[in-house]
């Protein structure tokens, strides 16, 4: 990608194209992190018995086109219907390719929006994007459709979960735009990249403080109450220890990740906001 780079300026004057084609590239740059908790990577498959790396990257092949349509759709200046159509398509050719696993399903909401936005930004700023405009440009255009929407009664694993414990799930973390993305996780990221850790080890991090703090509906889902505040305890109480730029974080690091999968828990919504963090500091002038 012409010009692109992760960290810590990307090039000024991007197109819709480039934009989409970011958020592939962070996809990448998540499931190719190891070792994370419960979470699949390049060489395991964590707390899943139904998919693996294959399964991942089947999935973002048939991807790849949706990011750039749907940044053109928000360059447009399209209506929340269309990019609601241009997702549930997405979601279609995701379970074709994966044999009806759901890899990616928060990921094609999320990232999708994001993708929307920043077309949506180019078009009434210009070239140079920043992570304050992504989220004004997805308020004033897309957030009266995301509040009604996260009202409705979700019948998908995640969402029912959500409901039940009285948690925020995917639906009203985008309704409010994105706060565990743009408070918690690109600023630990960035920062972690500005204290000279490497790309893998600000990466591992910043999934830590989004565990912390996310109230991810996939753990609630698979471990209830009781799993999702074992799983942000775990991230915290790593973070307090140093995160992993320390002597025995990659060890303890390893520890927890067992653990998980002893418990079957696997942070979805958290890889997915981690992966959203990669794509604005890929994208985004001065994350
Ligand atoms: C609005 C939708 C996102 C539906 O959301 P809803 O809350 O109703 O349903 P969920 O099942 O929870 O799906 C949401 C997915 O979002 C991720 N997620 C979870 N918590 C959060 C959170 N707090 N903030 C942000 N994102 C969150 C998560 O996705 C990841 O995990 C999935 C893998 O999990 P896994 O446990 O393996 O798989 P399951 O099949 O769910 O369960 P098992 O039986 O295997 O245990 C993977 O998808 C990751 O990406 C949640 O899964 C949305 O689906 C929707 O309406 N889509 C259509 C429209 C659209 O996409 N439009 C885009 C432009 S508007
Ligand atoms: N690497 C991963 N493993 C499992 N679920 C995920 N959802 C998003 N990324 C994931």
């Known amino acids: ?3 692109l780079r992760s960290h810590p300026l990307a090039q000024p004057r991007l197109s819709p194209a480039e934009i989409g084609r970011a958020a592939t590239l962070a996809l ?3 499931l190719s992190l190891t070792p994370k908790p419960g979470l699949v990577t390049l060489i395991d498959s964590g ?6 790396a294959h399964t991942f990257m089947r999935s973002l092949f048939s991807l790849r086109h949706y990011f750039v349509q749907i940044a053109e759709a928000g360059f447009g200046g399209a209506e929340f219907g269309v990019l609601e159509q241009y997702g549930m398509a997405a979601e279609a050719r995701m379970l074709a390719a994966t044999g009806g696993i759901n890899t990616h399903r928060g990921a094609i909401f999320m990232l999708g929006l994001l993708c929307a936005s920043a077309g949506a930004t180019l078009r ?7 992570p304050d405009l992504l989220r004004s440009s997805l308020r004033r ?3 009266d459709a995301l509040s009604r929407r996260s009202q409705r009664t979700s019948r998908l694993p995640g969402g029912m979960a959500a409901a039940r414990f009285g948690l925020r799930g995917a639906s009203e973390e985008a309704a409010l735009a994105f706060p565990v993305l743009f408070d918690t996780a690109l600023p630990a990221l960035t920062q972690a990249l500005n204290r000279g ?9 910043a999934l830590f403080h989004t565990l912390a703090v996310l109230d991810d509906s996939n753990l609630a889902h698979r471990g209830g109450l009781a799993g999702l505040r074992y799983a942000q305890r775990s991230a915290q109480g790593f973070l307090d220890r140093g995160g992993i730029a320390r002597a025995g974080g990659l060890l303890e690091l390893h520890a927890i990740a ?8 696997s942070p979805g919504g958290s ?3 981690l992966a959203a963090a990669c794509w604005v500091t890929r994208v985004c002038a001065s994350p």
Do not use: C, K, N
């Open 1 to 3: 990608m012409r010009g």
């Open 28 to 30: 990448y740059d998540e």
């Open 47 to 52: 707390s899943h018995g139904d998919m693996d």
């Open 124 to 130: 009434d700023h210009g070239g140079v994007l920043h």
């Open 141 to 143: 255009y897309w957030g």
């Open 197 to 205: 850790l490497a790309p893998q080890e600000a990466r591992i991090d």
């Open 258 to 265: 067992d653990a998980f999968v002893a418990q079957r828990l």
């Open 271 to 273: 890889a997915d906001t």
